[in-house]
Each structure stands twice: as C-alpha cells, then as structure tokens.
C-alpha cells in the first residue's frame, strides 16, 4: 500500500507524527511533504522550539522510519503529485483552513495541493483532518465543497468512549480513525463493543 501524508500549519502535530509512524509500522509506504507553517507547527508542538530547521525537525520526525520518504513542498516531480502514480490514499494532517481553502478553490501552490488535487480528480481516497475551531462560513462552505467532491473529513477530535487514561491515547483515537478511512488495520484503541 502507499499512502501520501501532507503536513499543514494547523495544530496537531502529534496526529501526523503518531499517523507516520503507524503506517510505517504497518509496513505501508509513506510519502511525507510539510509546508513552511507545517514544519513550524511540528518544531513547536513536538521539539519545543519554533526555530529548528526544516531539516532537522523532519528527520526527527520520520527518524529512520522503514519506508517512509520526505518530499520538498515544491517538488512537482514526486509521484503524488500525478494521477499516473499507483497510490492508494492521500491525508492531510493536520489540515490547515488555508489548505481547506486552496483545495476547495482548485488551486495549488505546493506539492500538497497538488496531491489532494490528484486524489480528487483520480477518485481516490483523501482525508483531511482539520483541528480548527470554532469554524467560520467560510470555513465551513470551503469543506462541504471538498466534501461533496469526495473527501473524506475527519476532524482532530478525540473521543473519550474508550476510557483514555494519556494523551497518546487520545491521539492514537483519532489516528485510528484515519487509518480506518484509509483502508489500514489497527487495534490503537478499544473499539465501542469489544
């Protein structure tokens, strides 16, 4: 299986690194690209410093993660970024309201747009998880246009129905949700009647 994540300026940085490292547990192949926010955003909530490189806070993010490759947000030539690639399923995470309002307005700037761009196009599986709130008529108009053209939307909201006792299982909830949508076996929680 592979499997595009794109890295938004939106808070959530946990989701995409614990979604990063459940697929490549999984044995999927992994396509990773960040924006510039995406990375700031990763660099704060993860490593506590807004200031460390690109560089740096995506190869501790990823480490070496069997099967999972970083892609430049301007790299056009990676194969996520056409409907000729076999690829499975595209997610963003998390998914900024900038990114909802690109995607919905059929632009695309960086490799991210252009992959969820395809995914649309191609008919395929994309879930983008947004954590904003609360959500303005703009915001929301911007994702049932996305949503009536096929993606899936999957908010950054954790339930509690299965007893979280740490944070990590609060993420490891939703995680598991996107990795349902995306066709990926996991056991990350207690499902409701197990």
């Not at 399923?89 to 309201?97: D, E, G, H, N, R």
Request: proline share 5%; hydrophobic share 45%.
């Amino acid at each position: 299986m592979r499997v595009f994540v794109g890295i938004t300026g939106a808070s959530g940085a946990p989701y995409a690194a614990r979604l990063i490292e459940a697929l490549s547990e999984a044995g999927v192949e992994v396509g990773v690209s960040a924006s510039g926010s995406g990375v700031q955003v990763l660099a704060t909530e993860l490593y506590g410093d807004p200031n460390l490189g690109r560089d740096e806070v995506l190869s501790r993010m990823v480490g070496d993660r069997a099967g999972v490759t970083v892609h430049a947000p301007e790299d056009f030539r990676a194969p996520y970024a056409s409907g000729s690639a076999q690829v499975d399923a595209y997610v963003v995470c998390p998914c900024s309201m900038a990114t909802v309002g690109t995607l919905a307005s059929g632009a695309m700037d960086n490799l991210i747009h252009r992959a969820a761009s395809v995914a649309i196009k191609e008919g395929r599986k994309l879930v983008l998880m947004p954590r904003e709130t609360p959500l303005s008529t703009i915001h929301l108009e911007g994702l049932l246009k996305l949503r009536q053209a096929g993606a899936v939307i999957l908010f950054l909201a954790p339930g509690f129905y299965h007893a979280p006792e740490s944070i990590d299982d609060l993420v490891d909830f939703v995680v598991a949700r996107a990795l349902d949508q995306i066709g990926v076996s996991n056991e990350l929680f207690e499902r409701w009647g197990s």
